[in-house]
C-alpha cells in the first residue's frame, strides 16, 4: 500500500501546484490581462495557421458558447482576431495577432522549461518509463472523460 499512497499523494500534489505554478509562470507582466484559460485557448489556436472555432472548441473540450466567450476577450485585447470563411460565412477561423503569438511562445517556453526539468537527468530507458507512464495516465483520463466513474 506504500506506493499507492506515495503516488497518490504525488499526483494529487501534482495536478493542484500544476494548476498554480502555470498561472504564476504563465501570467506576466506582459501578459497580465489575459488567464491561463486564455492561455489554453491561444495554445489551441496555434501558429501554424487559422483554426475553425468548432475544431478550437472540440480541441478544449468546451462548447462552442465557452469558446465565444473566451474569444471574444482575446479579440478585445489583441490576441486574436477572427474571420469569416469566403466560400461558408458560418464558418468562422479564428489567428493569433502578433502579441497572440508572443503569448504563445511565452506558454511553450514554460512547457520546455518544465520537460527539461523533469528529463534532464533521466536515461533513455528512464524517459520512455516515464512517458509510458503519463500514456497510462492520460489514457485513464480520457476513458474516464467518455465513461465517467467506468474506468476499468
Given amino acids: ?7 497518490n499523494s504525488i499526483l494529487v500534489t501534482l495536478f ?9 509562470a504563465l501570467i506576466t ?4 490581462d489575459i488567464s491561463v484559460t486564455d ?4 495554445e489551441a489556436i496555434g501558429i501554424t495557421q487559422p483554426k475553425t472555432m468548432t475544431i478550437i472548441s472540440k480541441s478544449l473540450g468546451v462548447t462552442m458558447g465557452t ?4 474569444i471574444n476577450g482575446l479579440v478585445k485585447k489583441g490576441y486574436v482576431v477572427r474571420e469569416r470563411s469566403d466560400q461558408d460565412r458560418r464558418v468562422v477561423y479564428a489567428s493569433l495577432t502578433l ?3 508572443k503569448a504563445f511562445q511565452h506558454h ?6 518544465m520537460i527539461d526539468s523533469i528529463t534532464k537527468d533521466l536515461s533513455e530507458e528512464e524517459a520512455a518509463v516515464l512517458t509510458k507512464t503519463f500514456i497510462k ?3 485513464f483520463f480520457g476513458q474516464w472523460i467518455k465513461h465517467p466513474g467506468n474506468t476499468k
Fill in 1 to 7: 500500500m506504500e506506493i499507492y499512497e506515495s503516488l
Fill in 16 to 24: 493542484n501546484d500544476i494548476l498554480s505554478i502555470e498561472e504564476k
Fill in 29 to 32: 507582466e506582459e501578459f497580465k
Fill in 39 to 42: 492561455m489554453h485557448i491561444i
Fill in 67 to 70: 469558446l465565444t466567450v473566451g
Fill in 99 to 101: 502579441k497572440g503569438h
Fill in 108 to 113: 511553450m517556453q514554460f512547457h520546455k522549461d
Fill in 137 to 139: 495516465l492520460e489514457d
